[in-house]
């Protein structure tokens, strides 16, 4: 196989950069609609409980499965992976059964005007959950054998039929709001598993001739066609059948034994880790300390303060993650495997280390002169008056950069610890989300909303800890340094320090008579530190675009 699984992983995380700006910014003009023509309580309600009901379905059922698999195509067959795989529909069923039973009879709303809504919401949200993971054995398959684009198309497509459908309900009759959302969710999702299954189809059937040199067609441009098919004569699929779970003689057979525990080992972090993700968010729902109206404006800052997150930072982490498995073996030692792979991988993870901290930093600086700014474009002067929203984006600015280290230095343990060591892991993850929920619970009552970010802080950087000191014992026999990343240098220190300052005194001076020339201090500051930046790391910077450049000469030769 001669796919290159470093650029693939590269062109994973850029595509996926995009989409997630494109996909959040229509999201925040929705959201912005929503709160100006249908009210705060609405928006609540959305993002914060059905998407809540959501992201615990899918990450319990679908989270454990997929990474269990990933990196595992060498070591199992084809035919456990997908059996391992479809029993997240079945396990999905089963839990959306229970949480909806709890998010309508345990966690009620208090307005019965939204009741029917809210109960179809939940609903909706449970069987768009069943459905999507009929297609995650598609969605495996793809990442592995790096359909990177297919997968930006389908996301692309998803945001568009969400947004048509709600938009299309919601301009009818601004009471069915909740209706709108639900329909969007479900019909979007439905559209997904369709495309899936009929590309792969078509695919399948078309591989024959593509081998033969006979596939000929006016909707895909040969260039195309040659990304497809060029070096995938390790993919096994001959029909849409072999997608589908088989019986292999006894349940022995049937699933991997090896595979099963190491679902299992994810599942229980699983548990963990989706307490940690959303845990502001199930203490606010178990014990209401916000309004719904108070919670869509938490929800609001959040994702802003999310940005870099949501925009960089996981799409990068996610693609390392994929990247990681496939370079480093995690049932060997180091001294045991390819020695080239583990210097790249060494390489990349310092790399990335050093790009993803240099980017929360700079969120950091200029997020506590841009904070306001921010959102007086967004929600206008009523929306900033009380200084809570300019409070919680500005300690957000924080969070970014601890979520930054740690996203990558976890993900780079998840893929290489053994399964010994992940199960010893989960202990350590339930005492770092009980210690979470106690102190947003705490937190909250003292400082108020603020506590969320506070408590969010301070278990990240518990956890930043921990896997730097697994990737520290990893490597203390080796010549390798891949934490050496973690420092960014004093050129971009000190450029950072000075343009926080001049923008901190632009805020103070200029934003009350004009916020242009303010943001225009800021860009100007902003291109100097970036600037300093890459003067720092002019190696760095060389060789991604050499890497660039060279695959731009390979595509051009080839077509």
Request: proline share 2%; hydrophobic share 50%; glycine share 4%.
């Amino acid at each position: 196989m001669a796919r290159n699984l470093l650029m693939s992983s590269l062109e994973n995380a850029s595509f996926n950069i995009l989409f997630q700006i494109l996909f959040r910014c229509i999201t925040f003009l929705i959201n912005a609609w929503v709160i100006r023509n249908v009210g705060h309580e609405v928006l609540g309600i959305m993002n914060v409980r059905l998407l809540l009901l959501e992201s615990t379905i899918l990450f319990l059922s679908r989270e454990p499965f997929n990474r269990a698999c990933l990196g595992q195509k060498d070591e199992f067959s084809w035919g456990h992976m997908i059996n391992q795989i479809w029993l997240s529909v079945p396990i999905s069923f089963v839990l959306s059964l229970i949480f909806v039973y709890v998010w309508l009879n345990l966690l009620p709303l208090s307005n019965p005007e939204y009741a029917f809504q809210y109960a179809f919401g939940c609903w909706s949200v449970a069987f768009s959950c069943v459905l999507e993971l009929c297609s995650a054995n598609m969605a495996l398959v793809a990442q592995l054998y790096c359909f990177v684009k297919l997968k930006v198309a389908l996301d692309t497509l998803h945001i568009f039929v969400r947004s048509i459908l709600f938009l299309s309900i919601i301009f009818y009759d601004r009471s069915l709001a909740l209706i709108a959302f639900s329909v969007a969710q479900v019909g979007s999702i439905g559209v997904i598993v369709l495309s899936y299954y009929v590309f792969f189809f078509w695919y399948i059937k078309k591989k024959p001739l593509y081998a033969k040199g006979a596939l000929k067609t006016r909707f895909v441009p040969e260039s195309v066609l040659h990304k497809l098919y060029d070096n995938m004569e390790d993919f096994q699929f001959t029909s849409i059948k072999d997608f589908f779970p088989k019986y292999l003689g006894s349940f022995s057979t049937t699933f991997n034994k090896k595979l099963s525990s190491l679902t299992i080992s994810f599942a229980k972090q699983g548990v963990v880790k989706q307490l940690l993700t959303e845990g502001e968010k199930y203490v606010m729902s178990v014990n209401p300390v916000m309004s719904f109206s108070e919670q869509a404006t938490y929800d609001v800052v959040n994702n802003l303060g999310s940005l870099a997150a949501r925009f960089v930072f996981r799409p990068i982490e996610d693609s390392s993650y994929f990247y990681f498995t496939q370079m480093v073996n995690r049932d060997l030692p180091v001294h045991r495997q390819d020695q080239y792979k583990v210097q790249e991988s060494c390489t990349v993870l310092s790399h990335v280390c050093k790009t993803v901290t240099s980017i929360g930093l700079i969120v950091l600086v200029f997020g506590q002169s841009y904070a306001r700014t921010l959102l007086l474009l967004y929600g206008g002067e009523a929306f900033v008056e009380s200084g809570l929203p300019v409070q919680l984006l500005r300690s957000h600015c924080l969070a970014i950069v601890l979520l930054a280290v740690n996203g990558v230095t976890e993900c780079y343990a998840f893929a290489t610890m053994t399964s010994v060591q992940l199960n010893n892991y989960n202990y350590l993850m339930v005492f770092f989300s009980i210690s979470f929920l106690l102190l947003s619970y705490v937190l909250t009552y003292v400082l108020g909303p603020v506590g969320f970010i506070i408590s969010n802080c301070i278990n990240m950087f518990a956890r930043i800890v921990h896997s730097i000191h697994f990737i520290h014992e990893k490597y203390k026999d080796t010549s390798h340094k891949p934490l050496d990343g973690l420092y960014v240098g004093n050129i971009f220190l000190l450029a950072l320090f000075i343009g926080g300052c001049i923008t901190k005194v632009s805020e103070n001076k200029l934003l009350h008579d004009s916020i242009v020339m303010h943001i225009g201090v800021g860009a100007v500051c902003f291109i100097c530190v970036l600037l300093a930046w890459a003067y720092e790391n002019k190696q760095l910077v060389i060789n991604t675009y050499t890497k660039i450049t060279d695959k731009e000469d390979k595509k051009v030769s080839r077509d």
